[in-house]
């Protein structure tokens, strides 16, 4: 239980768009995750595009060392998502991660149905013979590990403080969440000092709520002006027992 929990924490921010909401053909941005040494453990590419009023398609393509996983391994994942008014909603995601030798080692397949706030999500492992599909209904807003980082641009547009929604992660399961603005603060970004907005995304557990207390704490930093830009994120890459790493986007 801890572990599925922890890794929605520590996955919750690793990929945030500079400015979605500035997107009008092609964007492209890259980012690495290190160790607290500032070793760098994986790189990530991604490319977001405006396939259709409203619609838009995120590539994201990685390689490196990632906990859970035994050596060097690459991944591609391909998330379509819509912009509405007031939010972010994820319509599908297809990711798929090799070993060294590029064999397929681990697929995701999620499918949303946004008229009916239900989604179909399906975890396949080909080596160890491992094919999981479950069906999900809805009551809030829902997000993905991808499709999170739009949802906090537009949670900080709207002015919102704090946010209940349910999360998708890649068992599959779903889990109730709360996404909130901790404060304004001054943070060092490359050498350079910037004003940031500090989001936490907080596990609801109901009658185990206390639990939260034992759980390390993952935070995503953005601008603390309009686009909302990511500048970074510091916890846990995986589950409980994963490296405790930061990421930044190059060149911020």
């Keep these: 239980m801890k572990k599925l929990l922890l ?23 890259s980012y690495v995750g290190r160790d607290l040494k500032g070793s760098s453990r994986w790189r990530a590419e991604a490319q977001i595009k405006n396939i259709s009023p409203g619609v838009y398609l995120m590539t994201e393509k990685a390689e490196g060392i990632y906990s859970s996983f035994k050596g060097r391994i690459s991944w591609v994942a391909q998330m379509k998502f819509e912009r509405i008014k007031d939010s972010v909603r994820p319509m599908s995601l297809d990711k798929r991660v090799f070993d060294a030798k590029g064999n397929i ?18 975890h396949e492992e080909p080596v160890r013979h491992i094919s999981r599909t479950k069906r999900f209904k809805f009551n809030r807003d829902v997000v993905t ?11 900080l547009e709207s002015g919102k403080t704090s946010e209940k929604l349910q999360m998708v992660s890649e068992e599959p399961n779903v889990y109730n969440v709360e996404l909130k603005k ?56 995986g589950g409980i027992n994963s490296e405790k790493i930061e990421v930044l986007v190059e060149g911020s």
Aim: proline content about 4%; hydrophobic content about 45%.
């Design 105 to 122: 080692i681990r697929r995701e397949i999620q499918e949303f149905d946004l008229a009916s706030n239900t989604g179909t999500c399906t």
């Design 182 to 237: 901790m404060g304004k603060e001054t943070i060092e970004i490359n050498g350079r000092k910037v004003a940031a907005y500090r989001l936490s995304l907080e596990p609801q557990l109901g009658a185990l709520n206390f639990v939260k207390a034992f759980l390390p704490k993952s935070y995503a930093w953005h601008s603390a002006v309009p686009k909302y830009e990511w500048l970074g994120y510091t916890g846990l890459e």
């Design 7 to 29: 890794y929605l924490l520590c996955l919750c921010s690793l990929v945030l768009p500079r400015s979605l909401f500035a997107i009008e053909e092609v964007v492209n941005l």
């Design 145 to 155: 590990r991808l499709s999170l980082g739009f949802y906090a641009q537009k949670f």
